[in-house]
């Protein structure tokens, strides 16, 4: 009897995490959360924090359920919050609709909630039950956990290149190396990114659109654009800056001297097209003031880099990133002026410090072959 209660309340919190996901990219900075509530073995509603600022999960479900949540069972996916936000404290909620219990898979990292609902529901009478899912709460909210633990976005490099690593054939060009299978997964990512971001180079070589072009596209939002330029020499004409492909932000980052330059480029700068700068005192870029202006200003939780092999190597210097995305097409460049490698700046890696890669993920995409490699570790 115990063991078929166990699996059932697995089954009702593995239900949860699905509402979850349908979020996709929207609650930015905020986690990714589904509640289920069920009674006499019956799920009677469902629910899902949907976008930043919006409803709770908890909230949503409870809401649905009306009147009949009273006795009932919650499920759901983290602690529920216990303090006014934007929202009310749902432990204020949980109690007001008469729940029975409560199960929930983890704490919360926000220090303003960690810890604290138990105590309170508890006192209220609610018996408070935790049923891990360790696993599946680290991959669905890696970002949401790096951000409220280190203020920088969880960064995923991606590039696609060749089995000799090279990003560029003789003549320098980047585009067209992966097949078509290959990119569609690459827009699959950043789909579920709130940035996308770029050095100038490839900017205005590429003149990309950075945009998400999938058949099916609910629910994402357009990621954000970001180029990164010292100087600010980018090409005016170039599509991301066209007013009428606005979709989403485009954020330029560069120094103080880059945005005289940048200003003087356009009679009058689009609305959808924001400046920031940041003092530079060596060549590099200051990419740490760069990412956390991206979680407090833009609410950005998760980044995706798209090169080129400059900007690339930027992140991958710094220490930067928390997972790489290679799309490798069976083929080889070999040495030349222009055929640059993956990461074409001095690195300062070393063959043991190389150890702290694992390889999640090994999938043909047609004729190419994507590899995911995650960081051990995190240093930030
Ligand atoms: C969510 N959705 O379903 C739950 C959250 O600013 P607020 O009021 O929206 O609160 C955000 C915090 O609430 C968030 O950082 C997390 O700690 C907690 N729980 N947040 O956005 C939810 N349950
Ligand atoms: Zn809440």
Request: glycine share 6%.
């Amino acid at each position: 009897m115990l063991y078929m209660q166990f699996q059932n309340h697995k089954k009702y919190m593995q239900m949860a995490f699905r509402e979850a996901k349908k979020a996709g990219n929207r609650t930015r900075t905020n986690p990714l959360v589904g509640a289920v509530i069920v009674k006499n073995g019956k799920v009677i509603s469902r629910g899902y924090h949907s976008f930043f600022g919006g409803l709770h999960a908890e909230e949503v479900a409870l809401k649905k359920a009306g009147n009949k949540a009273k006795g009932a069972d919650l499920f759901v996916t983290l602690e529920p919050c216990s303090t006014f936000g934007k929202r009310p404290p749902c432990t204020h909620l949980i109690q007001e609709y008469g729940i029975k219990s409560i199960y929930f898979a983890s704490y919360d990292v926000n220090p303003v909630h960690s810890h604290k609902a138990a105590n309170i529901l508890k006192k209220k009478g609610i018996a408070v039950h935790q049923i891990p899912f360790e696993k599946e709460q680290n991959e669905l909210n890696a970002p949401y956990i790096k951000c409220m633990t280190s203020h920088i976005p969880f960064i995923i490099l991606k590039a696609g290149l060749t089995l000799d690593a090279r990003l560029c054939d003789q003549k320098g060009n980047s585009k067209w190396i992966t097949s078509k299978a290959s990119r569609v997964i690459a827009h699959s990512l950043r789909a579920r990114v709130n940035a996308v971001l770029i050095g100038a180079k490839t900017f205005n070589s590429d003149n990309p659109r950075l945009n998400i072009r999938l058949k099916k596209r609910n629910p994402f939002d357009e990621p954000d654009k970001i180029i990164l330029s010292s100087s600010g020499k980018l090409n005016p004409r170039h599509r991301l800056f066209d007013q009428r492909l606005k979709k989403s932000r485009v954020i330029v980052a560069t120094t103080p001297q880059g945005k005289k330059h940048f200003l003087k480029l356009f009679k009058e700068v689009p609305r959808h097209v924001f400046i920031e700068t940041f003092q530079s005192s060596s060549k590099k870029f200051p990419l740490k003031p760069l990412l956390k202006k991206l979680v407090r200003r833009y609410c950005v939780s998760s980044l995706l880099v798209e090169g080129g092999a400059d900007t690339l190597s930027l992140f991958f210097n710094a220490d930067l990133y928390d997972r790489i995305v290679l799309f490798y097409s069976p083929r080889f460049f070999g040495t030349g002026r222009k055929t640059c490698p993956l990461f074409s700046r001095k690195t300062t890696h070393l063959a043991s410090q190389n150890l702290r890669h694992r390889i999640s993920c090994i999938q043909r995409t047609g004729p190419d072959v994507m590899l995911v490699i995650e960081r051990k570790k995190t240093s930030h």
